[in-house]
């Protein structure tokens, strides 16, 4: 059992930077990938960025790439998203999410085991 609870999230001008965090409880963090999604008002939940659990591979959505960065720290058990350049496009709620061991990165929300309860994002134009 894995829960995560994520921070970070907040009101930013756009060109601007925030820097979300995703802590995770439990002593298996590391052997979770970890992804973030983001859903907008309306609109389905979306693949953003998610990154392995050995931490050597990462994986962008396109509207991501270039501004996005995603690490982790198992020390502390927990994920990062630093999120530069924001656009307005950008403003969603944003939710980290872990998934056991996979094969590979995943990018869909079903492929993911735990979810945490978000936090949201507002990029004004």
């Known amino acids: 059992q894995v829960q995560l609870v994520e921070s970070g999230g907040g009101l930013v001008q756009a060109g601007g930077s925030l820097r979300l965090s995703c802590a995770a409880s439990?002593?298996?963090?590391?052997?979770?990938?970890m992804g973030w999604f983001r859903q907008a008002p309306g609109k389905e939940r979306e693949f953003v960025s998610a990154?392995?659990?050995?931490?050597?591979?990462?994986h962008y959505s396109d509207f991501v790439k270039g501004r996005f960065t995603i690490s982790r720290d198992d020390a502390k058990n927990t994920v990062y998203l630093q999120m530069n350049s924001l656009r307005p496009e950008d403003t969603a709620f944003y939710l980290c999410?872990?998934?056991?061991?996979?094969?590979?990165?995943?990018?869909?929300?079903?492929?993911?085991?735990?979810w945490g309860q978000g936090t949201q994002v507002t990029v004004s134009s």
């Open positions: 999410a872990a998934d056991y061991l996979p094969w590979s990165i995943q990018t869909i929300p079903d492929k993911y085991d735990y």
């Open positions: 990154i392995s659990w050995s931490g050597g591979k990462t």
């Open positions: 439990g002593r298996t963090f590391s052997s979770y990938a």
